[in-house]
């Protein structure tokens, strides 16, 4: 399975990234090493959205909290970048694919990472990975 982080990305071009304790969502929590995965960098933050794939070197799950009823689970990971997007892929390219059930790869990652805004770590299937292998 192939995975998709959207996260805060300090330095874009990094040919590794280190990122503590990601909310996990839609199979995202099953991530392990050696898994591929594609890097966005976060528009909430001041990215520009795809920008990497790359490999996953450590994947960690994150305890949960004692008292606390409801918690998304966490993982922390660490990847290594295999390669830079070539062009652009974000918010404003996959705003307009809003039928959820279409079955396009660019309505499942609109849905997985813009419907609900927080970055997280999400599980994407065969298809999505393919559509994205194309940015690069």
Do not use: C, H
């Not at 996990?24 to 520009?48: C, L, R």
Request: aromatic share 10%.
């Amino acid at each position: 399975m192939a995975f998709a982080i959207k996260a805060e990305i300090s330095d874009p071009r990094a040919t590794a990234f280190s990122l503590m304790a990601q909310k996990t969502m839609y199979g995202g929590k099953q991530i392990a090493e050696g898994d591929p995965i594609f890097v966005f960098a976060s528009e909430n933050e001041g990215g520009q959205g795809l920008i990497a794939r790359g490999v996953v070197t450590s994947a960690e799950a994150v305890a949960k909290k004692r008292g606390i009823a409801r918690q998304t689970p966490r993982v922390s990971i660490a990847i290594k970048r295999t390669a830079l997007a070539k062009r652009p892929l974000g918010r404003r390219e996959l705003k307009g694919f809003a039928d959820w059930n279409d079955g396009q790869p660019e309505t499942e990652l609109n849905f997985k990472f813009y419907r609900q805004a927080t970055n997280k770590i999400v599980g994407i299937s065969d298809q999505a990975a393919e559509f994205l292998g194309k940015f690069f």
